[in-house]
């Protein structure tokens, strides 16, 4: 491979004729090593490049040693290769790195905050920086000021200095990686930073489009901020849009009156929960009192729809108004069987060795000990069989 992979001569290059020089595993992944190649190793805070090689896909990229292993999804022979780039995937990337160094430039120039660590996330990205909070005001003046150096298209190139050099330039940077030799890479954006750097980004400030912050919390005594750029600020701002018409709809209210509108429903809901609770203790006792005063020893019911809260407030006010009874409960809801089996204080029912038998009969799992056990079944196909169980004691 050349001294300089194809991937930082050309960011924008998104096909490669190279050679496999050699192949190999690790941990049973099978890799390769190439002549050259367009696909960016994870490094600096950047995830590796995704694309194919020779029409297999490449499933990740890591720096091994000294060389570059290409991941791939099956084994490939040595030899001329087509390389293609998953290009979405890595403008994506360029977009928000690209975005974190104007973030950080711009947050340390303006309010003094120095960026200790970055994290080019799947959905959302984040700098973690010193300061230890951050006013909604801070944010407001930070995006804007971070807009306005978009909207200028700043220039943004890439060179590499020796270890003398680079300490004749006025770099911004978190220091170089423990152990590094040889050359450094040098990313500047004309005019608002320079700063060491190993991955992939665009042209000119422009190219990031836009970027939005999403709000901070904090971590180790500073603050993380949230943020993305680019197309994935426009793919957000859609998917928020299609949320919005959506609750538009379902709730008969403008975008500025979908909050107060739903706490309204949501106030609905939660004084019709308490009108249901308070029926359902209602139901429970009248329907508690019917057990109690059955004359059978072991009485039963079956409720559908019932959760097990409902079953366990049933049997326990029963056997609390008939203590020498026992109680043997069912319900399906949810397309599963539920069952409890209780007894009262003056019941002499060995409750955890019939519960197991009526558990093993349905084909449920279930516990408990004392005076009450209860269960899940799949379904009460054999409740008759369980029922006659408990009626042999």
Aim: glycine content about 10%.
């Amino acid at each position: 491979m050349d001294t300089i992979p194809a991937y930082e001569r050309d960011p924008y290059a998104a096909t490669l004729e190279t050679r496999v020089l050699r192949t190999g595993a690790e941990q049973g992944r099978p890799f390769a090593i190439l002549e050259d190649t367009i696909l960016y190793p994870e490094g600096g805070g950047q995830p590796a490049d995704r694309g194919t090689l020779g029409g297999v896909t490449v499933l990740d990229v890591q720096k091994r040693e000294g060389e570059i292993r290409h991941f791939l999804a099956s084994p490939l022979a040595e030899g001329p290769a087509l390389m293609e780039l998953d290009w979405t995937r890595r403008f994506d990337h360029m977009q928000q790195h690209t975005g974190q160094h104007l973030l950080t430039a711009v947050a340390q120039d303006r309010f003094g905050w120095g960026t200790t660590a970055f994290h080019l996330g799947a959905a959302v990205c984040d700098i973690e920086v010193t300061a230890a909070s951050m006013s909604l005001r801070d944010l407001e003046v930070l995006e804007e000021a971070v807009a306005a150096e978009i909207r200028a298209c700043r220039g943004i190139s890439a060179r590499r200095v020796s270890p003398e050099t680079y300490k004749l330039e006025a770099v911004r940077s978190r220091g170089l990686p423990e152990g590094h030799t040889g050359d450094i890479r040098l990313v500047q954006i004309a005019g608002v930073d320079l700063n060491t750097c190993g991955g992939t980004h665009l042209r000119h400030t422009g190219e990031i489009e836009v970027l939005k912050l999403l709000g901070t919390e904090p971590i180790r005594g500073g603050t993380r901020l949230f943020y993305v750029a680019g197309r994935r600020a426009r793919l957000r701002l859609d998917a928020h849009e299609k949320r919005n018409a959506a609750l538009r709809a379902l709730l008969g209210a403008p975008d500025e009156d979908l909050a107060p509108a739903l706490q309204t429903k949501l106030d609905q809901l939660q004084a019709a929960e308490r009108r249901v609770r308070r029926l359902e203790d209602d139901l429970a006792e009248v329907q508690a009192t019917a057990l109690a005063t059955r004359p059978e020893a072991l009485v039963e019911a079956h409720l559908e729809g019932r959760d097990m809260a409902f079953l366990q407030k049933l049997a326990k006010q029963a056997v609390s108004a008939a203590p020498t009874k026992a109680v043997f409960l069912t319900s399906e809801t949810g397309g599963q069987g539920l069952f409890l089996l209780s007894a009262g204080e003056a019941c002499a029912l060995d409750v955890p060795a019939l519960g197991k038998a009526v558990a093993a009969l349905l084909g449920a799992k279930g516990g408990g000990s004392g005076k009450t056990f209860q269960g899940k079944a799949p379904g009460l196909a054999a409740r008759a069989e369980a029922l006659a169980r408990l009626r042999e004691g």
